[in-house]
């Protein structure tokens, strides 16, 4: 006989295969049914109930190929999350991020915390003469994406579990995949307001991050900088995490944080 507790972890096991497979189309890109499956070792008759709800929730869709991919939706969740904090929030960040890659002189993306996982929901590539802003809907695991550890640094010890739990599958050799070692990442991270992606999701792209916090404290959205595994150098890294800190503190002051987080404003 099924318990309502039965009934209720069935559902949190259908939850955490859908955003996988979220987060595996968001990684991946477009993949067809058996790539999906044999990716997140899952049966193919699960996988594909799993993306027929996300189809109807329109969160994923089919392209003429029978291939799936995310849809735009995804990027209307993470404008609607920006919108609850303030309504000018999408404004004022993704400007922003065309300000720190034009600051920094490398790509810079905008996203927001998503369950487990990060929401890109804007990236400023650095064509010259101007800095490009474009929308997009990619997702990451948060434990190894720059902005994703820095936003889960200051989300506490719930979100840390929920991390852990659903899995620290590793990406790369870089990818920290024990919990003892992503908890001292995340309260180094949580100290210096800042954490680092050493090739973690992607070998030869590494990036520093940082969150965008509420008024209560609690991280809304964040900011990072690309950088291509040859550009990695301590000076580089320096000047992007002066430059992310700078625009995070005054983003999260007109949120009406208080605190003092971030560099200039312990220095202040």
């Excluded at 000018?88 to 922003?96: G, M, T, V």
């Amino acid at each position: 006989m099924t318990t309502q507790r039965d009934a209720g972890i069935e559902r949190v096991s259908t939850l955490a295969k859908a955003d996988a497979i979220s987060c595996y189309l968001g990684n991946a890109g477009p993949a067809s049914l058996s790539q999906i499956a044999r990716a997140l070792s899952l049966s193919t008759s699960s996988t594909h109930r799993l993306l027929g709800g996300l189809l109807k929730q329109r969160n994923v869709r089919q392209l003429p190929d029978r291939r799936y991919a995310l849809s735009v939706s995804m990027w209307e969740i993470g404008v609607q999350a920006l919108g609850h904090v303030h309504p000018n929030l999408l404004e004022l960040a993704s400007h922003a991020t065309q300000m720190i890659a034009a600051e920094v002189g490398e790509a810079a993306t905008l996203s927001v915390p998503l369950g487990v996982e990060t929401l890109f929901i804007g990236r400023t590539t650095v064509p010259r003469p101007v800095p490009l802003y474009s929308p997009t809907a990619e997702c990451r695991p948060a434990y190894c994406a720059a902005a994703g550890k820095a936003m889960l640094a200051f989300q506490g010890e719930a979100a840390f579990e929920a991390v852990c739990e659903h899995g620290l599958g590793a990406f790369t050799e870089s990818t920290i995949t024990r919990p003892s070692m992503l908890r001292g990442e995340l309260a180094a991270a949580r100290t210096a307001a800042v954490a680092l992606n050493r090739g973690e999701i992607q070998a030869e792209r590494f990036g520093v991050g940082v969150p965008v916090l509420g008024a209560d404290g609690q991280p809304v959205a964040g900011f990072a900088v690309s950088i291509p595994r040859e550009r990695w150098r301590e000076e580089v890294v320096a000047r992007a995490t002066t430059t992310l800190h700078a625009h995070a503190s005054r983003l999260s002051m007109a949120l009406g944080y208080g605190g003092a987080v971030f560099r200039q404003d312990r220095l202040a």
